[in-house]
């Protein structure tokens, strides 16, 4: 800056030359104060620009309900990793759901693709168990699984369960079929030899409604053991079975009782078969028994008509040949007979050849020929007929079983018919109704009111005689006692008397004992006199000789007395 009005100098020749003036000039100084918000404008750029370079992908999640989820806390976990955090709740137009905002990191730009699946972890109680417990402290969190897509996506919807399966775990899955889900369920364990394996990963409804659809996921390194020939069963609830070795109860376990569960094994025996692709097609069988019997083969259908009651015989029941089970009862139904005016019971079945094993291989195998109707043509010849038995005497129920009768009538039999008509024989418990029946006629036809009047009239006279007997013969016959008492007492008596006379001291006795010494001495002298006659006979007419011995060596003479023995 100048001055505005600077000193004049002198002017004219020889004046003095003015003096020198100086001119300050002021400069514009920056004052430190400013320095704190520069620096701090420079921090809040770097944080942005940090921040801007750090932020993954924002992605929206629809969910039923925001229950547990709050905005600038959720995070979102990946292997309870942190990889995002809920930035805004918000519900959808429709207000059928909550749209969830999602900020993801940088390094989670990879669940923001085609296939990402998320859902809300929280505490749950369920029949695989419970799950979810942390959450009880931490609070519920969104739990994430990547698609291992690359195709981006921003808009998701979410899963109201946790997933049975997610794309880390290693193993296979496979596709079961089966009539119906039974007690299946997702989450439903799979066991091999009575280990769990895998589990159930979802199940859907075929096309054709005719069944069901049961995907498995067996986990890594048991994926081997399901081979092409590898045979799945339902194995829920308990399988009781009495056989000859008594009552068995097999299970896999308690889990499986409650939520139901799925084994397999491939049956023992075969050769060792290939290992069964991803998404391989088996067959769910109802029991253990059924997916281990041998390949069934073709089915055949049959028709027989029954002429009795089959009350107790249903859809299902077995047909039994010679204890083996070839099949089952499919329809029963009732037709009529015009010629009979009758109604038979029309029992439609199918059954599997292949069930009867080498018979039916040798029959092929010799003749040729594979028509099933041809090796029933010949059993039909020699007696095979269908008949109806009990199967249990409790409920009733009847099944079909295919034995030999001899002594069979023989009946025209075609074996090109479809299906083939097999012939009947009526069954034991059919028989002994009828037997019970004509037993029933009979007893009907016996004249009961002829024989009650003839029993009335009997029993009249009856009473008559037995009047007679109360008045006239017991009097006499009391009277006859007591006379046969007196009697007998007297007998008695007498016998008393009798019993002392014959004691050893009574004259009696004494006597008695005499008379025996001498009819011993008696019987004596005939026996010597009968010896001497035996040896001289002559003495008969001669007379005894004085030479003779008047008795044999060893005996008495019949003149010496004998000597006297004791009684």
Same mark, same amino acid.
């Given at each position: 800056?100048? @001055?505005?009005?600077?000193?004049? #100098?002198?002017?004219?020749?020889?004046?003095?030359?003015?003096?020198?003036?100086?001119?300050?000039?002021?400069?514009?100084?920056?004052?430190?104060?400013?320095?704190?918000?520069?620096?701090?404008?420079?921090?809040?750029?770097?944080?942005?620009?940090?921040?801007?370079?750090?932020?993954?992908?924002?992605?929206?999640?629809?969910?039923?309900?925001?229950?547990?989820?709050?905005?600038?806390?959720?995070?979102?976990?990946?292997?309870?990793?942190?990889?995002?955090?809920?930035?805004?709740?918000?519900?959808?137009?429709?207000?059928?759901?909550?749209?969830?905002?999602?900020?993801?990191? /940088?390094?989670?730009?990879?669940?923001?693709?085609?296939?990402?699946?998320?859902?809300?972890?929280?505490?749950?109680?369920?029949?695989?168990?419970?799950?979810?417990?942390?959450?009880?402290?931490?609070?519920?969190?969104?739990?994430?699984?990547?698609?291992?897509?690359?195709?981006?996506?921003?808009?998701?919807?979410?899963?109201?369960?946790?997933?049975?399966?997610?794309?880390?775990?290693?193993?296979?899955?496979?596709?079961?079929?089966? @009539?119906?889900?039974?007690?299946?369920?997702?989450?439903?364990?799979?066991?091999?030899?009575?280990?769990?394996?895998?589990?159930?990963?979802?199940?859907?409804?075929?096309?054709?409604? #005719?069944?069901?659809?049961?995907?498995?996921?067996?986990?890594?390194?048991?994926?081997?053991?399901?081979?092409?020939?590898?045979?799945?069963?339902?194995?829920?609830?308990?399988?009781?079975?009495?056989?000859?070795?008594?009552? /068995?109860?097999?299970?896999?376990?308690?889990?499986?009782?409650?939520?139901?569960?799925?084994?397999?094994?491939?049956?023992?025996?075969?050769?060792?078969?290939?290992?069964?692709?991803?998404?391989?097609?088996?067959?769910?069988?109802?029991?253990?028994?059924?997916?281990?019997?041998?390949?069934?083969?073709?089915?055949?259908?049959?028709?027989?008509?029954?002429?009795?009651?089959?009350?107790?015989?249903?859809?299902?029941?077995?047909?039994?040949?010679?204890?083996?089970?070839?099949?089952?009862?499919?329809?029963?139904?009732?037709?009529?007979?015009? /010629?009979? /005016?009758?109604?038979?019971?029309?029992?439609?079945?199918?059954?599997?050849?292949?069930?009867?094993?080498?018979?039916?291989?040798?029959?092929?195998?010799?003749?040729?020929?594979?028509?099933?109707?041809?090796?029933?043509?010949?059993?039909?010849?020699?007696?095979?007929?269908?008949?109806?038995?009990?199967?249990?005497?409790?409920?009733?129920?009847?099944?079909?079983?295919?034995?030999?009768?001899?002594?069979?009538?023989?009946?025209?039999?075609?074996?090109?018919?479809?299906?083939?008509?097999?012939?009947?024989?009526?069954?034991?418990?059919?028989?002994?109704?009828?037997?019970?029946?004509?037993?029933?006629?009979?007893?009907?036809?016996?004249?009961?009111?002829?024989?009650?009047?003839?029993?009335?009239?009997?029993?009249?006279?009856?009473?008559?005689?037995?009047?007679?007997?109360?008045?006239?013969?017991?009097?006499?016959?009391?009277?006859?006692?007591?006379?046969?008492?007196?009697?007998?007492?007297?007998?008695?008596?007498?016998?008393?008397?009798?019993?002392?006379?014959?004691?050893?001291?009574?004259?009696?006795?004494?006597?008695?004992?005499?008379?025996?010494?001498?009819?011993?001495?008696?019987?004596?002298?005939?026996?010597?006199?009968?010896?001497?006659?035996?040896?001289?006979?002559?003495?008969?007419?001669?007379?005894?000789?004085?030479?003779?011995?008047?008795?044999?060596?060893?005996?008495?003479?019949?003149?010496?007395?004998?000597?006297?023995?004791?009684?």
């Amino acid at each position: 800056m100048t @001055d505005a009005n600077p000193p004049q #100098a002198p002017s004219g020749p020889g004046g003095d030359l003015p003096e020198p003036v100086a001119i300050r000039r002021h400069r514009w100084t920056i004052s430190l104060i400013w320095l704190v918000p520069l620096i701090a404008a420079l921090i809040g750029v770097s944080l942005v620009v940090t921040a801007w370079l750090s932020a993954g992908p924002q992605i929206v999640i629809s969910f039923q309900t925001a229950q547990g989820l709050t905005a600038g806390k959720t995070e979102v976990k990946y292997k309870n990793v942190v990889i995002g955090k809920v930035h805004r709740i918000d519900l959808s137009q429709d207000r059928t759901k909550v749209l969830v905002t999602v900020d993801l990191e /940088k390094k989670a730009e990879g669940f923001a693709t085609v296939g990402s699946r998320f859902w809300v972890v929280r505490p749950r109680i369920g029949l695989g168990g419970i799950s979810g417990l942390g959450t009880l402290f931490s609070g519920a969190y969104i739990g994430a699984d990547t698609g291992g897509s690359d195709e981006e996506q921003t808009r998701f919807n979410g899963l109201e369960t946790p997933p049975p399966l997610t794309h880390s775990e290693s193993g296979r899955s496979f596709l079961l079929t089966s @009539d119906d889900l039974g007690s299946l369920d997702i989450g439903s364990p799979v066991y091999y030899r009575r280990i769990q394996v895998g589990r159930v990963v979802a199940y859907h409804l075929n096309k054709d409604g #005719a069944g069901v659809t049961v995907q498995v996921f067996v986990k890594a390194p048991a994926d081997r053991f399901v081979t092409t020939d590898t045979r799945f069963w339902n194995a829920s609830g308990v399988d009781v079975s009495l056989g000859a070795g008594g009552l /068995k109860v097999n299970t896999e376990s308690l889990a499986t009782v409650i939520s139901g569960g799925i084994a397999f094994l491939a049956p023992a025996g075969d050769a060792p078969a290939s290992s069964a692709p991803a998404d391989a097609r088996f067959r769910l069988f109802d029991d253990k028994t059924s997916a281990m019997r041998p390949p069934d083969g073709p089915p055949v259908a049959l028709q027989m008509h029954f002429h009795q009651s089959v009350r107790g015989l249903k859809a299902g029941a077995p047909v039994d040949f010679l204890g083996i089970d070839l099949g089952k009862v499919t329809s029963v139904t009732l037709d009529f007979d015009p /010629k009979t /005016k009758h109604f038979p019971a029309d029992v439609t079945a199918v059954i599997y050849p292949d069930r009867i094993g080498k018979a039916n291989q040798r029959f092929e195998k010799r003749t040729g020929n594979t028509n099933p109707g041809a090796l029933l043509g010949i059993l039909v010849k020699h007696g095979l007929r269908a008949q109806l038995r009990t199967g249990n005497l409790l409920t009733g129920q009847l099944y079909v079983a295919l034995d030999f009768f001899p002594k069979a009538p023989k009946v025209a039999y075609d074996p090109k018919l479809k299906p083939l008509v097999v012939p009947t024989m009526q069954g034991t418990f059919g028989r002994m109704q009828q037997q019970l029946a004509d037993i029933v006629d009979k007893v009907h036809k016996i004249p009961f009111d002829q024989i009650g009047l003839r029993l009335d009239d009997n029993l009249g006279k009856l009473d008559a005689v037995l009047g007679q007997l109360h008045t006239k013969v017991m009097p006499e016959a009391t009277s006859t006692l007591r006379q046969a008492k007196q009697t007998l007492g007297a007998a008695g008596k007498t016998m008393h008397v009798a019993n002392h006379a014959l004691s050893n001291d009574s004259p009696l006795m004494q006597n008695l004992d005499q008379t025996l010494v001498e009819l011993r001495r008696a019987a004596r002298s005939l026996r010597v006199l009968a010896s001497y006659l035996s040896l001289h006979p002559e003495s008969l007419l001669r007379g005894r000789r004085n030479d003779a011995p008047s008795v044999p060596p060893g005996t008495h003479s019949p003149t010496s007395p004998p000597t006297r023995s004791q009684p």
